[in-house]
């Protein structure tokens, strides 16, 4: 499962991601935690990066995400995991998705266990 993978690669706690399915995992896996844990019911809106067509658009997304449910409802939100997550999401290149990267983001979506409350 790509969640242990990445889970496990996490814990080294390396300065970047340099795999798009692995970047992908990272950024849709934390966005869905983010909002379940301050507005549970509205993480539909993770769904939104299947429409971007590059991993900036994706990172917009992310930051939309962080200012509207990574406030005071949001108990992590001084965490070091959040803070480690949200560097990795922000230091991923530009590049293009691919239909294949957009099923992924589906995929991954569908995932229930959250790196953020897992990596140590």
Known sequence: MIYDEISEKLKGHPAQIND???WLFVT?????AIVMSSAKGQEQIVLDAIKCGSTQEIQQIYDRIQGLYGRE???YRNHPNYYYLSSLVA???E???TE??????RDYYNTDVYLL???G
């Open 100 to 105: 294949a990267d957009k099923k992924r983001i």
């Open 117 to 119: 409350y897992e990596i």
């Open 20 to 22: 798009l399915a692995e």
């Open 91 to 93: 230091r991923y290149p």
């Open 73 to 75: 409802g949001f108990s």
């Open 95 to 97: 590049q293009q998705l």
């Open 28 to 32: 849709i896996n934390t966005m869905k």
